[in-house]
């Protein structure tokens, strides 16, 4: 019993060294190539802008009072619609119409004086001319003609500025549109200088609006007038609405070290939809083309150095192209692109190339480069010099076997 205990014991311990040894040539024949190696497809590229904002009122205008007082009558709420000329608020300064009326009376009077200054004036003109009346006392009377009749043009024009005084304490609207904000209150005292009062917030029409964005610098150079982009609010986050690019500040905004321009969208609401204030996560679309030849942007985070020490490993050969030279000026230097191409599975060759559009995942290349290309994308070096002696320490070609 216990001899047939042991062959079944030591047959387990077989099977399980061959399962072992088994999984072990499984995993070293599937080690991972030292070069992932990709060729150049056709594809359709959209490059985009990204960048954050609020949504505005199209010229929204801002209702203030120009004359101090104390709210009395509040006749609108938010989201109101309102004619030009609507009455919105009254304020009380205190005085009412009284200026008006003291007014009035002196007109009154001084009219009075001024009819009869006229009448008596032209009795003494009539006199003046048969010779009875001096010169002297002519011009003196032609004189209080003169005063009577200044005293009525002041007094008037007294009364009518005391009476749009007193008007400029009914608010009312200076546009059709919708009060997006009421922004006083019943009693609220209400200045006219200085740091005035703002009453009211009215947008003339929200059917049209505007998205307000700060475009980093680093992409504000490819961003134009009339582009389209497209945005999402939080609101809404399954939805996608259209926007023009309608201007591009050149003043820049310098926060945190950070510096951007202050870019605006025209945005179509015709459901009302969209409201003001709500944030805006925008793409602008800068760049488009269809079928170009492009490759993955992880081909150009390559570290040379990293390449090159690999290469040693593996015995193969690495073609560098020459060092640009130094040119008098920082500025005649120009920046190139280089991708890193495997030949013959025993070269590995530094390609310069042009680039076209970058959609975050690929990039386009615009230089003599085909489909058949194969481009290193990406390197994994071995942790282990033996695996790379095993592999690649024979003088034959990568992944061929003697």
Wanted: aromatic letters at 6%; glycine letters at 4%; hydrophobic letters at 40%.
């Amino acid at each position: 019993m216990n001899h047939t205990k042991l062959i079944i014991s030591f047959l387990l311990l077989a099977i399980s060294g061959a399962i072992a040894v088994s999984v072990f040539q499984h995993r070293s024949a599937t080690k991972k190539a030292p070069f992932l190696i990709e060729h150049p497809a056709q594809r359709d590229l959209v490059q985009y802008v990204t960048a954050s904002g609020n949504l505005k009122a199209k010229d929204p205008i801002s209702v203030g009072s120009l004359v101090a007082g104390k709210t009395i009558k509040i006749l609108v709420e938010d989201n109101d619609h309102v004619k030009k000329n609507q009455l919105l608020a009254v304020l009380d300064n205190g005085v009412g119409d009284s200026a008006i009326k003291r007014l009035k009376a002196l007109l009154a009077d001084a009219q009075a004086r001024l009819d009869y200054t006229t009448s008596f004036y032209a009795r003494q003109k009539a006199l003046y001319k048969s010779g009875q009346l001096s010169k002297n006392l002519y011009e003196q009377y032609t004189q209080d003609l003169e005063v009577a009749q200044a005293r009525v043009d002041q007094t008037a024009a007294e009364l009518e500025i005391e009476t749009k005084t007193y008007e400029n304490l009914f608010i009312r609207s200076p546009v059709d549109g919708v009060v997006i904000a009421k922004k006083v209150n019943l009693g609220q005292m209400i200045t006219s200088q200085l740091d005035a009062t703002v009453l009211f917030e009215i947008a003339q029409n929200l059917d049209c609006m505007e998205a307000h964005l700060d475009v980093d610098e680093a992409d504000v150079g490819m961003v134009k007038e009339c582009q389209e982009a497209f945005f999402t609010v939080d609101s809404f986050p399954k939805g996608k609405f259209l926007a023009i690019v309608k201007r591009i500040q050149y003043q820049a905004k310098i926060i945190d070290n950070v510096v951007t321009y202050a870019t605006v969208l025209d945005v179509n609401n015709p459901d009302l939809r969209l409201r003001p204030g709500m944030t805006s996560n925008v793409d602008i679309k800068v760049a488009e083309a269809k079928q170009v030849l492009s490759i993955s942007n992880r081909a150009f985070r390559i570290s040379a150095a990293e390449l090159e020490s690999l290469a040693q490993k593996l015995g193969i050969t690495l073609k560098k192209l020459p060092a640009e030279p130094r040119t008098a000026s920082p500025k005649q230097m120009k920046i190139k692109d280089y991708l890193w191409v495997l030949e013959d599975n025993q070269t590995i060759k530094q390609i310069e190339v042009g680039l076209g559009i970058n959609d975050g995942k690929f990039t386009q290349i615009i230089n003599d480069i085909n489909a058949q290309t194969p481009i290193i994308v990406d390197i994994t070096a071995p942790s282990e010099n033996i695996l790379l002696k095993g592999v690649f320490g024979k003088p034959i070609g990568i992944g061929n076997k003697k």
